[in-house]
């Protein structure tokens, strides 16, 4: 079992940053991806990016290309999503997850088998 912990949520102005962490416990493998998730009031819940625990791949959604960077720490087993020339519309909860099935598919919510509870992000226009 993972058990994953998302944090660095909160209120900024648009334009600014925000840094989100997403600490793993349990068992990880080389074979696993983790991934990045929103969802807005009303809305369904989006792809936002994806990387393999081990390597270099990453991949993320076009509307936050250029501006969002998804990263991670083998050692502290944790995730970062960097946050830059945030917009109102990025307005959601963040979540992170955990799976092998994203490992080849990671924009894909059903190939991932375990989920945080999600961070609050907020921008102001």
């Known amino acids: 079992q993972v058990q994953l912990v998302e944090s660095g949520g909160g209120l900024v102005q648009a334009g600014g940053s925000l840094r989100l962490s997403c600490a793993a416990s349990g068992r990880t493998f080389s074979s696993a991806a983790m991934g990045w998730f929103r969802q807005a009031p009303g809305k369904e819940r989006e792809f936002i990016a994806t990387?393999?625990?081990?390597?270099?791949?990453?991949y993320s959604a076009d509307s936050v290309k250029g501006r969002f960077t998804i990263s991670r720490d083998n050692a502290k087993n944790t995730v970062y999503l960097q946050m830059n020339s945030l917009k109102p519309e990025d307005t959601a909860v963040y979540y992170c997850a955990a799976g092998t099935r994203a490992y080849y598919s990671g924009k894909y919510a059903h190939n991932y088998d375990y989920w945080g509870q999600g961070t609050q992000v907020t921008v102001s226009s």
């Open positions: 990387i393999r625990w081990s390597g270099d791949s990453t």
